[in-house]
């Protein structure tokens, strides 16, 4: 608001004038272009929702292939290698006592043995830590 006295000299009579102003915002489609805003932001967060979705089915299914893998490497050497070392061995014991063994292959055989052995406690520990990222990833147990 502006107030002020008006001196017209020799041009008329003295006064006073008075000018009142006030702002009005105009927001000619703020609210279409909230909702937009609104529409958008949903739309952003059902994108990443879906991507997040992906990368852990994604890494589910990695997870169980390696599983099913280690299962199988596991079962194959208790099934088959395992008992053929063990035949070996006690083969190779057996033929020793007799002499027609080296001391060398049976030892060979039970190096073999154990490492059959080493190979399976890996495979079942993969098998463990495979669950275990599994169970980490669905947030419970298995």
């Known amino acids: 608001m502006k107030a002020g006295a008006i001196d017209r000299t ?7 004038m008075a000018e009142i102003g006030f ?7 703020l609210h279409e272009a909230q909702q937009r805003e609104a529409t958008a932001q949903v739309g952003a ?3 990443r929702r879906q991507a997040l979705e992906l ?3 994604s890494e589910l299914g990695e997870f169980v ?3 099913a893998g280690s299962r199988k490497t596991g079962d194959l050497i208790r099934t088959q290698l395992l008992p053929q070392s063990q035949a070996l061995l006690r083969s190779g014991v057996a033929g020793y006592g007799l002499g027609r063994a080296e001391l060398v292959d049976v030892l060979r055989a039970e190096h ?3 490492d059959q052995r080493i190979e399976l406690l890996s495979a079942e520990f993969d098998q463990q830590r495979q669950l275990a990222a599994i169970e980490r990833l669905i947030g419970g147990d298995l």
């Open 10 to 16: 020799g041009n008329g009579p003295n006064g006073y």
């Open 23 to 29: 702002r009005v915002p105009l927001q000619w489609g």
């Open 45 to 47: 967060a059902q994108a």
């Open 55 to 57: 990368q852990i089915q």
């Open 65 to 67: 292939a390696d599983l």
């Open 112 to 114: 073999d043995l154990a």
